[in-house]
């Protein structure tokens, strides 16, 4: 059987990005997004998510490039003054191994942010990190902890296969793709152990910003067996934040996508299911 789930991450970044998933929802194949709890528009996202019922919310835990949601004055060894996450992947993920004093601070951050999540009064359909930081061990491992206090019952696990890219269009795998296909084990072991959910494939690193309706389309004829997820950076316009952030991203490229007839066409081509993390979760 083929499932897949259609999902948007970064919900509460912008205003953009929010009316981007509540039209995609809506009009198109979106079940799913992932909301930053501190993000600059958190409260809109939420305001919107409670208009709609039936889109499935759950945490897109930042621990990198983006706010914190502790007060800087508590976890100063994790944020500077402005709250905000680095953007150093290597150096932060040294520290979150190395460093037990900042460990504490992660854990703390990270309980703070599902904490925050449940405040807003939403069901937590899933969980999964911001820039894919989850695939640290540390970070993982305190995502899952916490995570299983507030009812987590699912996450994403990155792990994308070449060969339905090779169908659907232009791709070169590397090494680097390759090691990182490896590595996702490391987080399915994690979660397993915990008893959560994961889904079997993840499309939407190789592509990422540029999940365009053509490539998406001849990629949802060539799905593989089992649970995909495929997740988008929607936005209706790139404002200010969304170019500094994301400069290259083709975000009203990928809005466009999710509301494309020929998306939904390759997924009735190969005969996949549209699904959500909570409706497997129900069902495992």
């Known amino acids: 059987m083929k499932r897949v789930i259609i999902s948007a991450d970064d919900f ?3 205003e953009e990005v929010n009316e981007a998933i509540e039209i995609a929802h809506r009009d198109g194949l979106l079940s799913t997004a992932s909301l930053m709890v501190s993000g ?3 409260a809109d996202a939420v305001r919107r ?3 709609l019922p039936d889109l499935r919310v759950g945490l897109h835990l930042v621990a990198i490039e983006g706010p914190a949601t502790l007060p800087p004055a508590d976890i ?3 944020v500077p003054q402005d709250g905000q996450f680095p953007s150093d992947q290597l150096k932060l993920g040294v520290e979150y191994f190395f460093r ?3 460990r504490r601070e992660l854990a703390a951050e990270i309980e703070a942010q599902f904490r925050a999540f449940a405040a807003t009064g939403l069901a937590l359909d899933h969980a999964n990190a911001h820039k894919h930081m989850h695939l640290h061990p540390t970070v993982g491992r305190y995502m899952i902890e916490s995570g299983l206090r507030h009812g987590l019952r699912a996450i994403r696990v990155p792990l994308e296969p070449p060969e ?4 659907a269009g232009t791709y070169t795998d590397t090494l680097g793709d390759a090691a990182l296909r490896r590595w996702t084990g490391l987080l399915r072991h994690q979660a397993h152990k915990a008893g959560l959910v994961t889904n079997d494939w993840c499309f939407g690193l190789a592509w990422s910003g540029h999940m365009t309706t053509d490539r998406v389309s001849a990629l949802a004829a060539h799905l593989p067996d089992g649970l995909s997820e495929i997740y988008f950076h929607p936005a209706t316009a790139k404002n200010k934040l969304l170019q500094k952030l994301m400069p290259t991203y083709e975000h009203e490229a990928e809005f466009r996508t999710l509301c494309a007839p020929g998306f939904r066409s390759g997924l009735a081509h190969s005969g996949t299911i549209p699904t959500t993390w909570t409706d497997v979760a129900r069902a495992s």
């Open 100 to 102: 037990p004093a900042v």
């Open 12 to 14: 509460g970044l912008s």
């Open 76 to 78: 100063p060894l994790l």
């Open 40 to 42: 600059p528009a958190a």
């Open 164 to 167: 339905p890219l090779y169908a």
């Open 49 to 51: 998510a409670k208009k």
